[in-house]
C-alpha cells in the first residue's frame, strides 16, 4: 500500500493550460469605423483586412502635404535655374537710367558749384545740388549691385536649402501615405478573431482596441513552476505533458522561465505547497500537440 501510494504521488506534475499569442489591433488616431469585414470566431490569413477607418481627413492631409511637395520642388527648379534673362535686362536698363542720372547731376553740380563761387547762387542751392548728385551715385551703386546679384545667380547655400526643403516636403508625404496605410487594419499573422467590441459607424478615440486576434500557429503551454524545480528543470528541458483522453504524452520543450517569481493561483498546487513562490514558465509543444485547443487544462510532468 506504500508503493501505490509513492506511485500515485503528483509532487512531479503541475498543472498548466494551452495558449497562444494574442494580436491587439488598436486605433492609430480618433475615427470613425467605414468598415468591419469579419466576425468573431472568423478564421483569417496572414495579410487580411479586417477594419477599415474612415480616411477622409488623412486624404485632405495628403493633398496638401503634396501640394507642398510642388511647391518645394518649383522653389528648387528656380534656385537651380537662376534669374531670366528678362529680369537681367530689365537691371540693365535700371543701370543705364542711374548712370544717365548721375551724369546730369555731376553736371548740375558743377554748374552750381561755379555759380556759388561767382556768388550767383547761394550756399543752400550748392548744398542742394550736392546732395543731388549724392543721391544719384548711390541710386547708381544700388542698380549696379541689382545686376550683379542676377548674373551671378542664386548662392550655392539657398540651393542646398530649397533641395532641404524637399526632401523635407517629400518626408511629410510619405508620412500622411503611412497614416492612410495604418487606417487600414490587417492581421499579421494567421489568427481567429477573439473579440470585436465595435460596429460600422462608431466613433473611436486614438488608441482604442479595435479586434483582438488569437494566433493559430505555436501553441505553448503556460505552467507555474515550483521554486524546488529551478535546480534540475531550465530553459531546453524536456518534459511531458499529459492530456486527458490521449494514451501517450506530448514531448515539450521549457522555453523561457521568468526569473520574478510570482504567486500561483490556488488550483496550481497542492495544500501541502500552496504557499511557495512560483515562477511562470512557458514550454513549446511537439508536432503532436499543435491541435491543443486554446485554454485547454493539462498536466506537465516534470523530469
Known sequence: MLLLQG??????????????????????????????????????????????????????????RQAEYKQAQAKLAEAVTGSRAEDIDKARAALNGANASVKEAQNNFERTRQLFVTKVLSQADLDAARAARDTSLAKQAEAEQSLRLLQNGTRSEQVEQAKAAVDIALAAVALEQKA????????????????????????????????????????????????????????????????????????????????????TPFYALNERDRSRLM?????????????????????????
Open 7 to 64: 506511485c500515485s504521488d503528483d509532487s512531479s506534475r503541475v498543472y498548466g493550460t494551452v495558449e497562444r499569442d494574442r494580436l491587439t489591433l488598436s486605433a492609430p488616431v480618433g475615427e470613425l469605423i467605414s468598415t468591419i469585414y469579419v466576425v468573431e470566431g472568423q478564421r483569417v490569413a496572414a495579410g487580411a483586412v479586417l477594419l477599415e477607418l474612415d480616411s477622409t481627413s488623412a486624404k485632405v492631409r495628403l493633398a496638401m
Open 180 to 263: 492612410i496605410q495604418d487606417l487600414t487594419l490587417v492581421a499579421a499573422r494567421e489568427a481567429v478573431v477573439d473579440t470585436l467590441p465595435w460596429r460600422e459607424g462608431d466613433r473611436v478615440a486614438a488608441g482604442t482596441q479595435l479586434l483582438g486576434l488569437l494566433a493559430t500557429d505555436n501553441p505553448y503551454v503556460r505552467v507555474y513552476l515550483p521554486a524546488t524545480w529551478l535546480s534540475s528543470v531550465k530553459v531546453g528541458s524536456h518534459v511531458n505533458i499529459l492530456v486527458d483522453g490521449r494514451a501517450k504524452a506530448i514531448a515539450g520543450t521549457i522555453r523561457n522561465i521568468h526569473s520574478q517569481p510570482a504567486y
Open 279 to 303: 515562477y511562470l514558465t512557458d514550454i513549446t509543444l511537439s508536432e503532436e500537440g499543435q491541435d491543443l485547443p486554446t485554454g485547454m487544462a493539462l498536466e506537465v510532468q516534470l523530469p
